[in-house]
């Protein structure tokens, strides 16, 4: 776009780029400087379809090894589209799809079933945004000096509300939807590369290591969801864990903590607890006081509660969550967490209801199923 | 690129500003007239004006040019004045008007010429 003014035309360009480079590298093989494609939609896109092919795999760990110090230029390009799709004159809903369409190469029928909306709905989103693009004349550009902070801050919001997307919707209707997870953990990879010693960058990428080592005990054979104190530990993926850990400690040695960071320690403490009882509570009421002082929120204010309630009991718990009953009174995971703690208590007809009003609140298909079967099972 | 500016505010806002003691009020003029004075100098304003609270509206009604009391769209809040502003590019409109020492300010780009 800095070359190309449009928008438009640029995007069209990296997606005609990688129909190009998908006809010609089966018969004249990976170009010289394969590091360029990293950078690209291609290279997402070009795995995913090589994946399919066995006489690629070869070609598949050249692409996997290349490194971005071969095309510095397309890095810079790529990096630049990653802020303008982020920029916070775009409202949030449309800053995801755009980034997913532009940077990660999702058509709009797969970003549209990925938030569960009409292509219609999704394809207006996306148009709406880039022309604000063009109206307003939303520069191309990556932000600089004091503007970095809040602009890198808004990039990563849209990475973990990605990734949260796609891993709270993993399980049934997985096989339907492109893992949106796994993309967003390779476009925080790719923030990392293309903007280095970022520690807010480690740290969500920290986090979404630390979550996803935990997917294959995340649901059952009947892809139900199970949470994490029935989870068999022992299908966690431990070297995914020590990478997420290794991701952690470079951040920390930047010596800049952040909201992202403190969130993956907590993951951290749990990934290495040997059992749900063995978890060091104490660690994790610490690490939501930090979290606290960092970014104080209501939703953090009821995790908190969760640690609570294993450090001072149900009791002490409760008082908390019913705290937080005025201002997140529409959150289903309140109520939720109300019912498991009025469950501990005794309380089930009150669990019962709070359950009730739960599922009320919820959209997501495999909270749903997790609740109704609670439901179900409980006197 | 031109970009309208908005200064704007609630009607609260308009009347803690009115009655301002006159010191605070004068150095809030000054740090606004020097806002103007210094993005005029770098070319970056080209027009603007503050603007007085009192507003009418000329509309059509039934084929007829109707006037009114009062802002067309019923509203709480109140445009205090207005800077017509050429910059590169929308991050440019960003930075001059975080600069405004005064309220919020809603940025409109233009429609460009063709």
């Known amino acids: 776009m800095r070359i190309l003014g449009n928008f438009d035309v640029a995007e069209e360009v990296v997606q005609d780029s990688l129909v190009t480079a998908l006809e010609r590298w089966p018969q004249q093989g990976i170009p010289d400087n394969p590091g360029a494609w990293l950078m690209t939609t291609a290279r997402r896109r070009a795995i995913d379809i090589l994946r399919r092919d066995r006489r690629y795999a070869e070609k598949l760990v050249l692409l996997e090894r290349s490194t971005v110090e071969g095309d510095r230029a397309e890095a810079d390009d790529r990096l630049r589209l990653i802020f303008t799709c982020c920029h916070p004159a775009l409202p949030q809903d449309g800053q995801v799809a755009l980034t997913l369409r532009a940077v990660a190469g999702f058509t709009t029928p797969e970003i549209a079933a990925a938030f569960l909306v009409s292509e219609v709905t999704m394809a207006q989103r996306i148009v709406r945004a880039k022309r604000k693009i063009v109206a307003a004349n939303i520069p191309y550009r990556v932000p600089e000096g004091a503007e970095l902070p809040a602009r890198l801050e808004a990039v990563l919001a849209v990475l973990y509300l990605m990734f949260n997307e796609g891993y709270l919707s993993r399980g049934s209707q997985a096989a339907m939807r492109r893992d949106l997870a796994e993309d967003a953990l390779w476009l925080v990879t790719l923030l990392d590369r293309l903007l280095p010693n970022q520690p807010e960058v480690l740290g969500l990428m920290a986090l979404m290591q630390l979550h996803l080592a935990r997917s294959a005990a995340r649901f059952d054979a009947a892809g139900e969801m199970i949470l994490l104190p029935q989870q068999n530990r022992a299908l966690w993926d431990r070297e995914a864990i020590a990478a997420g850990v290794r991701t952690l400690d470079s951040a920390a040695l930047l010596r800049r903590p952040g909201p992202y960071q403190v969130q993956a320690a907590i993951a951290?403490?749990?990934?290495?607890?040997?059992?749900?009882?063995?978890?060091?509570?104490?660690?994790?009421?610490?690490?939501?006081?930090?979290?606290?002082?960092?970014?104080?929120?209501?939703?953090?204010?009821?995790?908190?509660?969760?640690?609570?309630?294993?450090?001072?009991?149900?009791?002490?718990?409760?008082?908390?969550?019913?705290?937080?009953a005025m201002i997140?009174?529409?959150?289903?995971?309140?109520?939720?967490?109300?019912?498991?703690?009025?469950?501990?208590?005794?309380?089930?007809?009150?669990?019962?209801?709070?359950?009730?009003?739960?599922?009320?609140?919820?959209?997501?298909?495999?909270?749903?199923?997790?609740l109704e079967r609670k439901l179900a099972q409980l006197p | 690129m031109k970009y309208v500016m908005l200064f704007v505010g609630t009607r609260e806002d308009q009347d803690a500003w009115d009655s301002q003691p006159k010191e605070q009020y004068q150095a809030a003029m000054a740090a606004a007239g020097k806002w103007f004075g210094d993005y005029t100098k770098a070319g970056k304003v080209i027009g603007g004006e503050q603007l007085q609270g009192k507003v009418t509206t000329v509309r059509r009604e039934n084929g007829e040019k109707v006037i009114t009391d009062g802002p067309f769209i019923e509203t709480k809040e109140v445009i205090g004045g207005f800077a017509l502003v050429e910059a590169k590019d929308l991050d440019e409109a960003h930075e001059i008007a975080k600069a405004w020492p005064g309220g919020p300010v809603e940025i409109w780009p233009a429609v460009e010429e063709r």
């Open chain 1, 328 to 370: 997140l009174g529409e959150y289903h995971l309140l109520h939720s967490t109300r019912a498991e703690l009025l469950d501990e208590l005794g309380e089930h007809e009150l669990a019962r209801k709070a359950r009730l009003r739960a599922l009320e609140l919820c959209q997501n298909p495999a909270e749903r199923a997790l």
């Open chain 1, 268 to 324: 951290a403490v749990h990934a290495e607890a040997r059992s749900w009882e063995a978890t060091d509570w104490e660690q994790i009421v610490l690490l939501y006081n930090t979290l606290l002082r960092i970014s104080d929120s209501p939703v953090v204010r009821l995790n908190r509660a969760i640690a609570v309630s294993h450090v001072a009991g149900p009791e002490a718990a409760l008082g908390e969550v019913n705290d937080l």
